[in-house]
């Protein structure tokens, strides 16, 4: 199965600044998948990424706010912008495998 | 309006036991349900998927059910071992080409020696 490799790891953050998160995988992959984890909560799919198009955000998600970009086929990252404490959480990329998903080990963020 | 409900936030096993883990939805036609292991600080990994028109699936020590008439997936762990503890997570895929999986919020299963 494909390989993720997610950075940073976590990082604290001071609000109002921005944090871009890199997810590179090992192989080529059409899909890519951000996602939202906050505490004892489960996955909330935030966008979807495609190489050569904008990506598709879900609802309550904006551009503006979590510009995405997916400039080749083994490479996506996640702006997280204007942040405030609300958006501490966990953010994880994914790659659909068939019927399944590949997720990276994630990005603990903490806005202080 | 769709929902995904996993069984009590924890369960707590003793080492050799079987657990059995549930995730009901409602409103939803699930083309494939999936499970997900999650340990602490890491990214869920898939363990099994099951199609709507499989009643069972079967893996070593884990077996998967799917009823669609009770909308309901059950998960049992067999032979339980503290290795087991993790959080467990549930996905449901309508089968669209969006592809796009609806996850459950886990139940965290601590299995004690």
């Known amino acids: 199965s494909a390989v993720i490799s997610q950075k940073p790891s976590r990082d604290i953050c001071q609000r109002g600044t921005s944090l871009t998160i890199q997810c590179q995988v090992d192989s080529q992959v059409t899909m890519m998948f951000w996602y939202r984890q906050q505490p004892g909560q489960s996955l909330t799919l935030i966008a979807t990424a495609n190489q050569g198009s904008e990506a598709t955000y879900e609802s309550g998600f904006v551009i503006d706010k979590f510009p995405i970009s997916r400039p080749n086929l083994t490479f996506s990252t996640l702006t997280v912008s204007n942040m405030s404490p609300e958006d501490s959480s966990i953010y994880l990329c994914?790659?659909?495998?068939?019927?399944?998903?590949?997720f990276g080990s994630g990005t603990r963020l903490t806005v202080v | 309006s769709q929902k995904i409900e996993q069984n009590s936030e924890a369960l707590n096993i003793q080492e050799g036991k079987t657990a059995t883990l549930t995730c009901n939805y409602t409103?939803?036609?699930?083309?494939?349900l999936q499970w997900y292991r999650q340990d602490p600080g890491r990214g869920p990994v898939f363990l099994l998927l099951i199609r709507e028109n499989e009643k069972e699936k079967r893996k070593e020590r884990l077996k998967v059910t799917f009823d669609t008439t009770l909308k309901q997936s059950l998960f049992h762990i067999t032979a339980s071992q503290p290795a087991d503890s993790a959080t467990y997570l549930c996905a449901l895929n309508l089968g669209t080409n969006a592809g796009k999986s609806t996850f459950g919020d886990g139940t965290t299963l601590t299995v004690k020696p």
């Open positions: 409103n939803y036609s699930p083309a494939y």
């Open positions: 994914s790659v659909r495998e068939g019927l399944s998903y590949t």
